[in-house]
């Protein structure tokens, strides 16, 4: 990474930030409603592995804790605010919510609720990738947690065996749900599972977005290559609980002080300091844009657009007027 | 017209299908070297391929949430899942990303899977091989279900299901697979919405769907030849959606209906189709409908404790039989 991408770099991680915190008012607040899972803490993770994907192309899915992946692909921030809080002008019309965003246009396959449920979703991404001879790559971030579902052996098991082009990105911040991953979890480092299906892992920091970035070129290149699926594990953090409706009580307060000391933004911050590259007062500058940007650009619109009408209710269950519906002889 | 069996419907429609595109695909347990448990993939292997024609691992969930995943993108897959039983393995992924990916989406993106799979009770395979679960799936928004009972239905309903851009269910029997009958020679397309009048008859409607018509055609030609009462015979070939106008138009008709169904009673087909009577022609009843059913038990290994389980053309005749006082 340039220093020019790496400004850009804190810019975007910030911003993620800022984001997810913005939707935590507007949870307090009432606007938005349902289950709200956040991001801060494991910026790092879609940032870098984004960075060294190509956005927009390679399609990418992932679980519930969604809002940045799809932003990161490409999906304009003012909709997934508007979606969040169940807006017509949403990224899914309202009808999905911060658990399933979708940005198909910007290849953004959606945010999907049942834990391990994207893991066979991205292979057959794949698998069509692969029939259609596309450069395109399949990229699943999900949590360290999913791994316990059978979806996940078994999705590694055929993207081997068919050899597809799908990168499996493990963001292990350590608990699922409310249970620390040593209680619920026989092997603890994720990578270490994978070796049962001759599949290329690595586990990396996940705070360090330019180790991040670093492991994912090799990661992307490797499937891009068409040398078959890899699998990625960045060790990382979430600050906040699980969801909204979660206290949080159940970690150490010393636990989360020394992941603090690791912040993504402040740790890249600092190098730039360090080396020149921005001032503090640069970086407040940053932040305060940031905010700026949020306020009275994103949500202003969420909060101004309509609500999905009523009367479209039963819209987008089924196809409108499918031909082959209604058969004959063609 | 050509006379061939159930399962040549279901290959002929595949073959044709995988020779106009080239992103149709077929995959499941043993449907490629293997040329299918019920040959209904006989020879597509050869002729396109491991990468068109795949063999899976026994993976139900897995395999089924791989193909629904392809078909995001454009990708037309057919799975078979050997027995509807395993496909219980699959309900997380026909049930929460096939059926529901357009509406949370917004309709940005449909996942037009076709899923193939034979339910019933066959010949003492027990509990864990018997059941029908196409109860389960009608119940489903975002998923089309249909039953073809006939050769010339199952050709022309995968036809348009592989075609069509909504999830497809097809539920097949694993014992009419040999069934003979005769099939258009050019392609067809068989509606997958509605149902349709396959005897017609004055007094009694006597609704069946995909094995059950034919145990609902045997009692009427009884009926008819020794107690003088005509049944129509509607062939409900879709279970979702259920063709409320069909059902009305004939109970409109006979004012009397009985609903044969092989699985057990409870929350079935039966249940629904009396619902939509209640709902659409209450008034033009002169009896109360009646359900022939399994028994609400798991299939028994024994034959003649799974014969008692499940209903016959002789149980649709005494329900009949009963309703007009006989």
């Not at chain 1, 606007?31 to 801060?40: E, N, R, T």
């Not at chain 1, 991404?125 to 947690?145: H, N």
């Amino acid at each position: 990474m340039t220093p020019a991408d790496k400004k850009r770099v804190l810019r975007e991680m910030l911003f993620a930030r800022r984001f997810e915190e913005r939707c935590y008012e507007a949870y307090v607040e009432r606007k938005i409603g349902g289950f709200l899972h956040l991001y801060p803490g494991q910026e790092a993770c879609a940032q870098g592995v984004m960075e060294a994907a190509r956005p927009g192309h390679d399609y990418v899915i992932t679980g519930y804790r969604d809002h940045i992946h799809a932003i990161k692909c490409g999906a304009d921030p003012k909709a997934v605010m508007a979606e969040l809080y169940g807006k017509e002008t949403g990224s899914s019309k309202g009808r999905g919510g911060s658990m399933h965003i979708f940005d198909v246009e910007h290849h953004f396959m959606g945010g999907y609720a049942l834990v391990g449920g994207p893991f066979p979703l991205a292979a057959g991404i794949a698998k069509g990738l692969k029939m259609k001879g596309s450069d395109a790559i399949s990229i699943c971030f999900l949590g360290d947690a999913a791994n316990n579902q059978g979806t996940f052996h078994e999705s590694l098991n055929m993207a081997k065996v068919w050899n597809l082009p799908v990168l499996y990105v493990c963001e292990n911040n350590l608990y699922g749900i409310g249970t620390r991953i040593d209680r619920s979890t026989a092997v603890v480092d994720q990578y270490k599972r994978v070796c049962g299906y001759d599949i290329p892992a690595v586990q990396v920091d996940g705070q360090d977005v330019e180790v991040v970035y670093q492991a994912a070129k090799t990661a992307v290149d490797h499937v891009r290559s068409g040398k078959g699926p890899y699998f990625l594990e960045l060790m990382t953090y979430r600050y906040r609980g699980h969801s909204m409706s979660d206290s949080n009580a159940y970690r150490a307060k010393d636990e989360e002080r020394m992941w603090s000391k690791r912040d993504p933004i402040i740790m890249l911050r600092d190098r730039l300091v360090d080396a020149g590259e921005i001032s503090l007062d640069d970086y407040k500058a940053m932040d305060t844009e940031i905010l700026h940007q949020i306020e009275s650009e994103i949500i202003k619109f969420a909060e101004e657009s309509p609500e999905p009408s009523v009367n479209e209710l039963e819209k987008y269950v089924l196809a409108d007027n499918d031909p082959y519906v209604r058969g004959g002889v063609r | 017209m050509a006379v061939m069996m159930y399962w040549e419907a279901l290959q002929r429609a595949q073959d044709e299908e995988m020779t106009r595109d080239p992103l149709v695909l077929v995959m499941g347990e043993d449907v490629g070297v293997a040329g299918g448990t019920y040959k209904a993939t006989k020879g597509l292997y050869d002729k396109y391929g491991a990468e068109r024609v795949i063999d899976t691992p026994i993976s139900e969930n897995g395999f089924t949430g791989l193909a629904i995943g392809a078909s995001f993108i454009g990708v037309r897959p057919v799975i078979e899942i050997m027995s509807v039983n395993f496909a219980w393995l699959a309900m997380d992924q026909i049930f929460n990303s096939a059926a529901k990916v357009r509406y949370m989406s917004g309709g940005q993106l449909t996942a037009p899977v076709v899923i193939r799979s034979p339910g019933g009770t066959a010949h003492q395979l027990g509990a864990q091989h018997s059941a029908r679960m196409e109860k389960v799936f009608m119940g489903i928004a975002g998923l089309r279900v249909v039953t073809p009972s006939t050769p010339k239905q199952a050709y022309g309903m995968l036809k348009a299901a592989i075609r069509c851009n909504d999830p497809v269910f097809i539920n097949e029997h694993e014992l009419m697979y040999n069934m003979k009958g005769e099939v258009p020679d050019g392609d067809y397309f068989h509606p997958l919405e509605g149902s349709e009048v396959a005897r017609p008859g004055r007094d009694v409607t006597l609704f069946g769907y995909n094995i059950s018509v034919h145990w609902c055609l045997e009692a009427a030609e009884f009926l008819a030849t020794h107690h003088g009462i005509d049944c129509e015979v509607v062939d409900l070939f879709t279970l979702s959606p259920l063709d409320r106008a069909g059902i009305k138009a004939s109970v409109s008709k006979t004012h009397r209906a009985v609903i044969a169904e092989e699985a057990e009673a409870p929350v079935g087909v039966g249940s629904e189709v009396i619902a939509i009577i209640n709902e659409e022609c209450f008034f033009e009843l002169d009896a109360a409908p009646l359900r022939v059913s399994a028994r609400n038990v798991p299939i028994p290994y024994n034959h003649k404790l799974e014969k008692a389980a499940i209903p016959s053309a002789k149980d649709i005749v005494h329900a009949v039989l009963k309703m007009f006082g006989k």
